[in-house]
């Protein structure tokens, strides 16, 4: 087996008397689609947020291709490779889609946040056809982010955080607020977008359809643990399981 994409070793955190995070050993591989599930509360939202940076646990280690990240800047460790999407999409509303991703290119490429350059620069075009096309937006691309639907949205932002040409991409609940007559066509075009890309996934999911048919693996959260985790047949028909998340 390859050596792990990303690893956490024994992280705790805890807001006062709330334990968000409790011994949580995982380990991530290359080119897989990791899915977390569990009930409101169980930490799911906060393991992302300490893999990125912007929580700080309080015991144990977070190792990206070998190397500590724990404790760093959610700036550096995006830089390192670690891209986040989030469950409400943070997007120029009243830009067109298409100037959303040229902000996004142009902001990665210069190292700088000066998306203006982006608009009279035919530098940033390129790129941004090329998301636009791989997230399957082309036909709302000149549409301003507010008018277009919210699966679009969803996509526009994976789309931007693709633009960071991430290694790993870790994904909130990427299709909530989405009806579920549209979440299997968003899901078709993410997991495409993101196998294409060679992007390692790791998802938070509530809907166990999605998951069922897109993990490889599934990991399930209860108070800040990790319960169990596996495959999505051996895991999602657990009976213990089905208790406590379904
Ligand atoms: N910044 C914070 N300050 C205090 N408590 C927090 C903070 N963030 C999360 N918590 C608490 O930590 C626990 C885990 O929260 P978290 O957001 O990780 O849950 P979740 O599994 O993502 O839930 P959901 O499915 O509702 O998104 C909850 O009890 C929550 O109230
Ligand atoms: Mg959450």
């Avoid at 709330?18 to 050993?25: E, G, I, R, S, T």
């Avoid at 912007?54 to 190397?67: A, H, N, V």
């Avoid at 679009?152 to 789309?159: C, E, P, Q, S």
């Amino acid at each position: 087996m390859s050596a792990p994409l990303l690893e956490a070793r024994g992280v705790d955190l805890h807001f006062g008397g709330v334990q968000a995070a409790k011994d949580v050993n995982l380990q991530i591989f290359p080119g897989e689609f990791f899915f977390i599930i569990g009930q409101n509360g169980a930490g799911k939202s906060t393991f992302l947020n300490i893999c990125t940076g912007y929580l700080k646990p309080q015991r144990g280690e977070i190792l990206f291709q070998g190397r500590p990240i724990t404790g760093l800047a959610p700036r550096a460790i995006t830089r390192a490779g670690i891209a986040r999407a989030f469950q409400h999409p943070q997007l120029f509303m009243q830009r067109s889609v298409r100037d959303n991703l040229r902000f996004a290119v142009a902001a990665h490429g210069t190292g700088f946040w000066r998306p203006w350059r982006a608009l009279d620069d035919p530098h940033f075009d390129a790129p941004a056809r090329r998301l636009l096309q791989l997230c399957d937006l082309e036909r709302v691309a000149a549409q301003p982010a507010a008018k277009v639907a919210e699966g679009f949205r969803k996509l526009l932002d994976v789309a931007l955080a693709l633009a960071l040409e991430p290694t790993l991409l870790l994904l909130d609940e990427p299709t909530s607020g989405v009806s579920s007559a549209d979440k299997h066509g968003i899901m078709t075009t993410l997991a495409q977008a993101l196998r294409k890309e060679r992007v390692t996934a790791v998802f938070v999911e509530h809907d166990m359809e999605v998951v069922r048919r897109f993990a490889d693996r599934v990991g399930v959260w209860a108070n800040g643990q990790i319960l169990i985790s596996g495959p999505p047949e051996a895991v999602l028909d657990d009976p213990h399981v089905r208790e406590f998340v379904l």
